[in-house]
C-alpha cells in the first residue's frame, strides 16, 4: 500500500492543544487502525489497530486462565423476556438494544435482543449447569462482540458495535464472590500499568453509576491526555439479584438450598482509545513496547542497488537476532525514500527504529531512534540486541512515569464549589461528598463531571465538607469530565 | 463438577451402530463440548469444546499469517441494500437472514441483516482501501460470528448462530486470485489431515453447490463414520463478480482501471463435528493429540492419605517433565474413586491415560493407555518422557491412517444407477457425470446423494458414461449423502 501510505504521510496530524478531538480522530486515521463503517456507528477496525487488540488479548486470555477461568461461547442473540427478569438491568439496557424481528422470511413469535452484555443469557444457563456446591466455583470468560445502540459514537471509545470479553462467575458465599469481584479487578489494574503503561485509580462507583443489576461495581479509571478520565475497566460484584431472577441455586454442604453469588467484569476496544490518549502526541500515535505490533523497525538505506542490499543484508541479520529473543521487529524494504518510511512508523507508533546505511556498515554501528522521546544514538553493533532489549524496557517505564506524573499533576483539590467549576477543566478532582444522589446529581448538571470513583485508597483519608452541601461527609472521591 | 461428573459417567452413550444421530449427540453432551440453547438453533459452546476450537484457531491462524493474511474486524450488521447487490448472491443468502429492524427504540430507516457472511460489507469498503496496483494482493481474514436461520439445526454441525474465520482477498489478475484460492484450499487440507487427522478429498463443486455469488467453488471434503460426507472448508474463485457490484477497481501499471479479481474462504465450528464423526467410538469421543485441551491425563491412585500424596507428587513430577516439552497435561486430583475418572477422560478424548499408584511407584513404572486403542502398557520410569512423546505421534497418524483406510474401503465405483442406488448408503461413489444440472439434479431429487466434490485428482482417470443419463462422460465425481 506504499502509494496511499505515502500519501497518508504528507498529511498532517492537527495538533493536540489546537482540537484534541481532531488529534485524536486523526490519530487513529493516520496510523490506520480504524475507520467508520457505512453501518450508522459500527466500526471498521483495521489490520493495525486489530493486531494492537490481539495482543491485549493474549495478555488478558493469559492472566484468565492463571485464574482458572475457563473460556466459552454463548448465543449472539437474548430472548427479550430474559432482559426483563431483572428489572434495573432491563431499565439500564433496553434504551439501547437492537432487535430482530424477522428471520428466515418470517416474523418471530419473541422478538430476539442482539447482547448488550450477557448476564441473561449466560446465568439462564447456569441456573441448569449448577446443582452442588462442588459444581462452584464456576468461572466462565466469553470473547465476544456487543451492541449497544449509541447516538454519538467515537472510534474505539463509544461504537454502536464493539468487541470484548465479559467473565461471569459465581460462588457459594458473598465473601468470595466479591474477592474474585476484586480479584479480577486486580488483574485489569496490572494490565493497564504494567502493559498499557497507563496509570489507574481503583476503586468503587456511585450507586448512581454502577452497572445496571449490580450491588457493587469496581473500576479503573484513567486519565487521558486532556485530563478527562476514562473508564477502563469495570468489575461488578451482582450479589444474589441475577442468581434470584434467573434461579441460580446450589445444595450447599449443609444439604440448605442456596442462591450462588455472582460476579461480572469486562474490558473492551475502548482499551484501545484510552492507549491512544494516554500517551500519544502531535506526531501520531506512541505505543508501550508490550502492545506494539512492531516492537522495532529496520530501515535499510542506501543510494545504489549493491549499498541497499548490503544494508537490507544487515537488517536481516539484526532481525534475527532480535526475533531469536521474542522481540517483534519489521524490517521496511519497501522502495520508497527513507523520509516517507520515518513518517510513516512515527505515526504508527513504533517504538524504536532503527537506521542501517553504508556508513553504518563500514563504522559496525546503527542509528537508533527513540518514539516516545525522539532521542537519537548511535549505537554499536557489538551488544546491540541488549542495548536494544534496555531501550524497549526503558521506553515501556518511562511512558508509564510520564503518564503518572501527568496525571500526578493535575489531580487537584478545591477550595469550595465555585473554585471547583473553575479548576475542573482538564482535571481531576478529589473532593469530599456527602453520599447523597442529590448532590451529585446536581453536579453533573451543572458542571458535567461526574463521581468517576470512589478511591480504595483515598489520599485525603479523614472527613471534610460534601464539595455541594457542605455537610459532613467522610467520603472522598475522584470527580471529572468523562468519555 | 465431581457430582455432576459422576452422573454423567454412569450415563452410557447410545451405541454407534444402534443410532448414529443419537450417538454423535450423546458424545457432544456427555464430553461436555456443546448443548442447546434458549433460543432456537443456537448453541452454547461448553469450556471443553471451546478450548478445541481454541486450538483450532491457534493452528490455523498462524497458518494464515505464514501467508502474509492480516486480520481485521467489520461490522456484524450489513445493510439490506449491500445484500441486493450481487443477484446471486442475496437469491442464496436472503431466505436465511435474521434481520434487525428496531434499535435504540426505533424503527430503522433500512433494516439491517445480521451477517451470514461478509463478502457484501468488506467489499464496500475495499473499494475505498484499494486504489492502485500496489495496493495490491489485499489479504484480509476475520475471526467472527455468523448467522444463518436453519430449520433444522445439529450441534456443531448445523448451527443458527456459528463461529468462524472468513478470509477475504483481492488481486491484480485472475490467475493469482485461483492461485491464491487454491493455496488456502491446500491450508485447510493440510489442517485437516495433519491436525484433526482427518482425511479429506480436495476438488471443485459442481454448479448448482457452488457458493452463492462465486466463479469456482474449491472444498475439502470427508467422510464422517457413517459413510457420509461432511464439507470440510470451501474456498471461492469470485472472479470479478463482487468487484463490479461494489466497484473494488485499481489503477494497474499499466495505467488502465481495472476491477480486482477476488477469493474468500471458511471453516468453522462445524470443524468439531467432523472431528468427533471421524474418530469417536462407543465410549466417547476420540481426540487427535494436536487438538486435545488435555493431551495426558494423570491420575495419581492410593488407598491413604499417605499414598494419595505419594502418589500426587509423583504425577506433579511427570507433568512438570512434559509440560516442559510442550505437552498439555492434566493431573486429576479431585477425590472420587479411579473407575469414574476413568471413564470421564476416556468420554472426553484424552489420548493417553497414566495411572500411577502405590505399586507403580515402588516398581518405577507407571501404566499408560491409549484413547484410540485401549491398549494398556506399563512404562518405566526412564525414558518415560519420549516413550509418552511417541505414543502421541503414535496416536495422531493412527488414527489418520484409520480415517483413511476406512474412506478407501468406503470409496466404491458401480455398474449402473441400479446398482448405486442399492451401494449409495455409507459410501463415497465415484463416478462419471455429463456436466448437465438436470442429471445432478435427478439424482439428488431420487436418492438424496449431491455431487461431493470434483476431485483434482480423480483414480479412475478417463472417460466414462453419465450414472444417470448414460452419455459419454470426462468428469469424474463422488456422489455421496452428506451433512
Given at each position: 500500500m506504499s502509494e496511499k501510505l505515502d500519501k497518508a504521510a504528507q498529511k498532517a496530524i492537527t495538533p493536540r492543544a489546537k482540537d484534541y478531538s481532531e488529534w485524536y480522530q486523526d490519530i487513529v486515521e493516520q496510523a490506520e487502525m480504524a475507520e467508520h463503517s457505512p453501518v450508522r456507528g459500527c466500526m471498521v477496525i483495521k489490520p493495525y489497530g486489530y493486531a494492537i487488540w490481539e495482543l491485549m488479548q493474549k495478555d488478558l486470555d493469559a492472566r484468565f486462565k492463571a485464574k482458572d477461568v475457563q473460556n466459552a461461547y454463548f448465543p449472539l442473540f437474548i430472548p427479550e423476556s430474559f432482559l426483563k427478569r431483572e428489572a434495573k438491568h432491563v431499565e439500564g439496557f433496553a434504551p439501547e438494544v437492537a432487535v430482530v424481528t424477522h428471520a428466515g422470511g418470517e416474523k418471530l413469535d419473541e422478538p430476539l435482543v442482539v447482547r448488550p452484555t450477557s448476564e441473561t443469557i449466560m446465568y439462564d444457563v447456569f441456573s441448569r449447569w449448577i446443582q452442588s456446591y462442588r459444581d462452584l466455583p464456576l468461572l466462565i470468560n466469553q470473547w465476544a462482540n456487543i451492541v449497544r445502540w449509541e447516538m454519538r459514537t467515537r472510534l474505539f471509545l463509544r461504537t454502536t458495535e464493539f468487541l470484548w470479553q465479559e467473565g461471569h462467575t459465581v460462588h457459594a458465599t458473598e465473601d468470595e464472590a466479591d474477592d474474585f469481584a476484586k480479584q479480577m479487578l486486580e488483574v485489569y489494574r496490572s494490565f493497564a500499568e504494567d502493559i498499557m503503561a497507563m496509570p489507574v485509580i481503583v476503586g468503587t462507583k456511585s450507586d448512581s453509576e454502577r452497572f445496571a443489576g449490580a450491588v457493587r461495581t469496581y473500576c479503573i479509571e484513567a486519565m487521558m491526555g486532556d485530563g478527562k478520565a476514562l473508564q477502563a475497566g469495570t468489575s461488578h460484584m451482582l450479589g444474589q439479584n441475577f442468581a434470584k431472577a434467573f434461579g441460580v441455586k446450589f445444595l450447599d454442604a449443609d444439604s440448605q438450598e442456596k442462591f450462588g453469588w455472582q460476579t461480572s467484569w469486562g474490558v473492551s476496544t475502548r482499551l484501545i482509545g484510552g492507549l491512544i490518549m494516554a500517551h500519544s502526541d502531535d506526531k501520531g500515535l506512541v505505543l508501550p513496547p508490550k502492545l506494539a505490533p512492531h516492537q522495532v523497525v529496520i530501515i535499510p538505506i542506501g543510494a545504489t542497488p549493491e549499498e541497499v542490499e548490503a544494508s537490507q543484508a544487515k537488517a536481516q541479520e539484526i532481525a534475527d537476532q532480535l526475533r531469536a529473543e521474542g522481540i517483534r521487529v519489521k524490517i521496511d524494504k519497501r522502495d520508497m525514500r527513507p523520509g516517507p518510511k520515518f513518517f510513516e512508523w512515527e505515526k504508527k507508533g513504533v517504538p524504536v527504529r532503527v537506521e542501517i546505511g553504508p556508513k553504518d556498515i563500514v563504522k559496525g554501528s546503527v542509528v537508533a531512534v527513540r518514539r516516545d522521546t525522539s532521542e537519537k544514538q548511535t549505537l554499536t553493533e557489538e551488544g546491540l540486541i541488549d542495548v536494544i532489549k534496555d531501550l524497549l524496557d526503558q521506553i515501556q517505564s518511562s511512558l508509564y512515569a510520564k503518564a503518572l506524573a501527568f496525571r500526578q499533576e493535575r489531580t487537584i483539590t478545591v477550595k469550595d464549589y465555585e473554585d471547583f467549576k473553575n479548576k475542573l477543566e482538564g482535571n481531576f478532582v478529589l473532593a469530599h461528598w456527602c453520599g447523597s444522589a442529590e448532590c451529585e446529581a446536581k453536579v453533573k448538571e451543572e458542571?458535567?463531571?461526574?463521581?468517576?470513583c470512589i478511591p480504595f485508597e483515598m489520599p485525603n483519608e479523614g472527613s471534610g465538607k460534601c464539595l455541594y452541601c457542605g455537610k459532613d461527609a467522610d467520603t472522598a472521591v475522584i470527580f471529572a469530565k468523562s468519555y
Amino acid at each position: 500500500m506504499s502509494e496511499k501510505l505515502d500519501k497518508a504521510a504528507q498529511k498532517a496530524i492537527t495538533p493536540r492543544a489546537k482540537d484534541y478531538s481532531e488529534w485524536y480522530q486523526d490519530i487513529v486515521e493516520q496510523a490506520e487502525m480504524a475507520e467508520h463503517s457505512p453501518v450508522r456507528g459500527c466500526m471498521v477496525i483495521k489490520p493495525y489497530g486489530y493486531a494492537i487488540w490481539e495482543l491485549m488479548q493474549k495478555d488478558l486470555d493469559a492472566r484468565f486462565k492463571a485464574k482458572d477461568v475457563q473460556n466459552a461461547y454463548f448465543p449472539l442473540f437474548i430472548p427479550e423476556s430474559f432482559l426483563k427478569r431483572e428489572a434495573k438491568h432491563v431499565e439500564g439496557f433496553a434504551p439501547e438494544v437492537a432487535v430482530v424481528t424477522h428471520a428466515g422470511g418470517e416474523k418471530l413469535d419473541e422478538p430476539l435482543v442482539v447482547r448488550p452484555t450477557s448476564e441473561t443469557i449466560m446465568y439462564d444457563v447456569f441456573s441448569r449447569w449448577i446443582q452442588s456446591y462442588r459444581d462452584l466455583p464456576l468461572l466462565i470468560n466469553q470473547w465476544a462482540n456487543i451492541v449497544r445502540w449509541e447516538m454519538r459514537t467515537r472510534l474505539f471509545l463509544r461504537t454502536t458495535e464493539f468487541l470484548w470479553q465479559e467473565g461471569h462467575t459465581v460462588h457459594a458465599t458473598e465473601d468470595e464472590a466479591d474477592d474474585f469481584a476484586k480479584q479480577m479487578l486486580e488483574v485489569y489494574r496490572s494490565f493497564a500499568e504494567d502493559i498499557m503503561a497507563m496509570p489507574v485509580i481503583v476503586g468503587t462507583k456511585s450507586d448512581s453509576e454502577r452497572f445496571a443489576g449490580a450491588v457493587r461495581t469496581y473500576c479503573i479509571e484513567a486519565m487521558m491526555g486532556d485530563g478527562k478520565a476514562l473508564q477502563a475497566g469495570t468489575s461488578h460484584m451482582l450479589g444474589q439479584n441475577f442468581a434470584k431472577a434467573f434461579g441460580v441455586k446450589f445444595l450447599d454442604a449443609d444439604s440448605q438450598e442456596k442462591f450462588g453469588w455472582q460476579t461480572s467484569w469486562g474490558v473492551s476496544t475502548r482499551l484501545i482509545g484510552g492507549l491512544i490518549m494516554a500517551h500519544s502526541d502531535d506526531k501520531g500515535l506512541v505505543l508501550p513496547p508490550k502492545l506494539a505490533p512492531h516492537q522495532v523497525v529496520i530501515i535499510p538505506i542506501g543510494a545504489t542497488p549493491e549499498e541497499v542490499e548490503a544494508s537490507q543484508a544487515k537488517a536481516q541479520e539484526i532481525a534475527d537476532q532480535l526475533r531469536a529473543e521474542g522481540i517483534r521487529v519489521k524490517i521496511d524494504k519497501r522502495d520508497m525514500r527513507p523520509g516517507p518510511k520515518f513518517f510513516e512508523w512515527e505515526k504508527k507508533g513504533v517504538p524504536v527504529r532503527v537506521e542501517i546505511g553504508p556508513k553504518d556498515i563500514v563504522k559496525g554501528s546503527v542509528v537508533a531512534v527513540r518514539r516516545d522521546t525522539s532521542e537519537k544514538q548511535t549505537l554499536t553493533e557489538e551488544g546491540l540486541i541488549d542495548v536494544i532489549k534496555d531501550l524497549l524496557d526503558q521506553i515501556q517505564s518511562s511512558l508509564y512515569a510520564k503518564a503518572l506524573a501527568f496525571r500526578q499533576e493535575r489531580t487537584i483539590t478545591v477550595k469550595d464549589y465555585e473554585d471547583f467549576k473553575n479548576k475542573l477543566e482538564g482535571n481531576f478532582v478529589l473532593a469530599h461528598w456527602c453520599g447523597s444522589a442529590e448532590c451529585e446529581a446536581k453536579v453533573k448538571e451543572e458542571t458535567k463531571a461526574t463521581i468517576r470513583c470512589i478511591p480504595f485508597e483515598m489520599p485525603n483519608e479523614g472527613s471534610g465538607k460534601c464539595l455541594y452541601c457542605g455537610k459532613d461527609a467522610d467520603t472522598a472521591v475522584i470527580f471529572a469530565k468523562s468519555y
